[in-house]
């Protein structure tokens, strides 16, 4: 496979409908709003406003100077709301039909128990491909049991594929407080115990992939394979809206020197306050701030030499935008396969959470994954 770039037809520069300043976002106009921004799709903006998630929302009540018991707190009630939300948009879709489930637990550093969420094609023959799917929320809240990750596992399993879903710890949350790298440790624990199982799961290959902060441990598992001699049981990685830089805390002017699209799209359904508050949970004190294991983006074209094929999906209108596209040109300069993709319109991963909203965006993300897992 060669070397690749292919984007959308429309590239974030070509779709920003510029202010006077000829700047898009917050950028142009630092009073825009997801919803008042000339780029966002306005099916996603209705389907966020019952939240009120289509405007500016309020600044986190604490920061990364807050106390530990604090910050805590604030993450454990932002999950709720955030399940909350994505319960509510999944709750009048139909079930995908022609999937079944089966749950593994398997044994993780130190003895922890780690579940694995199995969906397959009812009935199918194999072998097929396989998706180690790792969920988001900022390695630090969420669950792989939350209905908008079993959708996504049962929507990718319904085109063809073997998806298992990593319940790994996390820095905060139900599933907390295990600050880096224990989600990494148990996502590296899964990948080992399905590589060894291919032939039980009926799997051909095995794709690591994931949205956001899963996005970033699929990226760490990978680059930690490589580190391990262990590349072998890695042949893709499926990267969507990666969160993978740690920046989220620098002034306005060094996050836009380093990453324009943190400042450009901040506060479109997720703030880099939010996330600066993640990035104090998962890594207290920042002894890891430059860790490829903890943050990819920091990754050099060395580290990430010899990796399989990638996809980098990112969305137009998202904080995170610009670190999945340096990503994908760190793995470009090494010589790595890598596909960017472009979602135009589309807050933080809103290709995976507007299904029944934006029914055409959710389907398109369905079957590029389909594609790049089939042609491994």
Known sequence: MTTQSSQSSVTPSSTAQPSETGAPGRLGDPHLELRTDPRSDPRMVAALAPFGLDGAGAPPPVDRNSPREAQLAFLAEAEAGFEAVFAALMQDLPPVEGVEHSTETITGPGGTP?????SRPAGAAGPLPGVLHVHGGGMVILSAAGPAYVRVRDEIAATGA?????????????LGAHPFPAGLDDCTAALHWVHEHRERLGISTLTLAGESGGANLALATALRAKQEGGLDAVDGVYAMVPYVSGLYGGTETERVRALPSLVENDGYFISCALMDVMVAVYDPGGAHATDPLAWPYHASVD????????VVSVCEVDPLRDEGIAYHETLQRAGVPSTLRVVPG???????????AMPEVFAATM????????GL
């Open 346 to 356: 589309t807050c933080h991963a809103g290709d995976v959470i507007f299904r029944a």
């Open 367 to 374: 079957t590029d994954i389909h594609r790049f897992v089939s």
């Open 162 to 174: 073997v998806v298992v879903g990593v319940e790994y710890r996390n820095g905060a949350g139900v």
């Open 303 to 310: 580290e990430v030499a010899g990796l399989p094929p990638h």
């Open 114 to 118: 780690i579940t694995l969420f199995v």
